[in-house]
Nanobody, 116 residues
Framework: QVQLVESGGDLVQPGGSLRLSCAAS????????MAWYRQAPGKQRELVAT???????NYADFVKGRFTITRDNAKSTVYLQMNSLEPEDTAVYYC??????????WGQGTQVTVSS
């Protein structure tokens, strides 16, 4: 059974940083393109960043230069380093496969709240 477990979310002040983690199990992680998504209250889930099996990365315009996605295949884990956080980054963050058309069952997500 495939399972994705996100962690690392917290309440942080504007300008602060967080590092999110997502541990995958029940899948051959090294063969999966992965991504971070987020869903803010009242909004649809959106793609934040992607990383391929070859470690190529891509970012949504609204996080470019602030967020960094990485992966550790030995730990079956994908990370999202988030710097210069803004209130607009407040959302539940999820990891899953990429592209969006290949997603599997969603985990519980991790809440990121940016507020002073």
């Amino acid at each position: 059974q495939v399972q994705l477990v996100e962690s690392g979310g917290d309440l942080v002040q504007p300008g602060g940083s967080l590092r999110l983690s997502c541990a995958a199990s029940g899948m051959i992680f090294s063969l999966a393109n992965m991504a971070w998504y987020r869903q803010a209250p009242g909004k649809q889930r959106e793609l934040v960043a992607t990383i391929t099996t070859y470690f190529a990365t891509n970012y949504a315009d609204f996080v470019k230069g602030r967020f960094t996605i990485t992966r550790d295949n030995a730990k079956s884990t994908v990370y999202l380093q988030m710097n210069s956080l803004e209130p607009e980054d407040t959302a539940v963050y999820y990891c899953n496969r990429s592209p969006p058309g290949t997603v599997i069952s969603w985990g519980q997500g991790t809440q990121v709240t940016v507020s002073s």
